[in-house]
């Protein structure tokens, strides 16, 4: 599984990212946490796979325009574009590379999308294409569909079955859904491995990320996959100090 993680492209000035290039923690999350460079470089490390932040080439007064800054410990590049350039068709045009190979996918039914995240191990993406019909339960309609992402017409979401714990959170998402996707207001369409996922929040940049087969991710939840990598790696570092000294004797064996 590890190996079909996606590179991770995360639309820094989109998100609000702070960077300060003379802190050990130069990427840190709006609110300051100091766990966003450390978690992104341990997800790069599993997967092999490139970590970049892309900063728009105004921010900060242009003051970074056009450079890129390596943090090596971490594993994380952080760009900012040149100045008058757009973030968001570099984006577009890195995540391009990295899903070259991709197939389009076609769309497919709720209920195989259900399916689909029950048996396999990747994503689902997912598009309001128009609003259900009925008024009946409008506020329980509304608050279905914003459960997934899905607030306005043409908003695209993104349903996660890499993990177990995704997999439970997304087919009970998906099944939610089954109605209204029957009736053929979203669209469900499999993207299973794709060479990257852009991380933002801009609807227009989501469906530029459709378009060429990329995956696209909200804020939360790429920060609820780092939490729950972080566990993960948690409850093997435990699962290694319990082994005691017969760990040891095997690693000097090695």
């Not at 056009?66 to 045009?93: W, Y």
């Not at 128009?130 to 608050?143: D, L, Y």
């Not at 491995?193 to 990329?214: E, N, Y």
């Amino acid at each position: 599984m590890l190996l079909t993680l996606p590179a991770l492209l995360i639309d820094a000035s989109n998100l609000n990212l702070r960077f300060n290039p003379d802190a050990a923690e130069c990427l840190t999350w709006k609110d300051d946490s100091e766990t966003l460079l450390g978690d992104l470089g341990a997800f790069g490390a599993k997967s092999g796979r490139t970590v970049s932040a892309i900063f728009d080439g105004g921010a900060y007064h242009g003051e970074y325009a056009g450079e890129v800054f390596e943090a090596p410990d971490a594993g994380v590049r952080i760009l900012f574009t040149p100045k008058g350039a757009s973030a968001d068709d570099a984006m577009i045009e890195l995540a391009s590379s990295m899903c070259a190979d991709d197939a389009a996918a076609a769309a497919f039914s709720a209920g195989d999308a259900c399916d689909y995240l029950e048996t396999e191990r990747g994503l689902v993406q997912l598009t309001l294409k128009k609003s259900p019909a009925g008024r009946a339960k409008r506020k329980a309609v509304e608050q279905t569909l914003a459960s997934a992402g899905l607030r306005r017409l043409g908003q695209i979401s993104t349903l996660l079955a890499y993990t177990d714990g995704q997999r439970t959170r997304s087919v009970g998402t998906a099944r939610g859904l089954m109605r209204f996707g029957n009736e053929g207001a979203i669209e469900f369409k499999p993207i299973g491995f794709p060479g990257c996922a852009l991380v933002t929040s801009d609807v227009h940049l989501r469906r530029r990320c459709g378009d060429i087969g990329a995956a696209s991710l909200s804020e939360n939840q790429l920060k609820t996959w780092l939490d729950a990598e972080a566990e993960a790696d948690g409850l093997a570092d435990d699962d290694d100090d319990a082994g005691g000294d017969e760990g040891a004797v095997i690693e000097n064996e090695n």
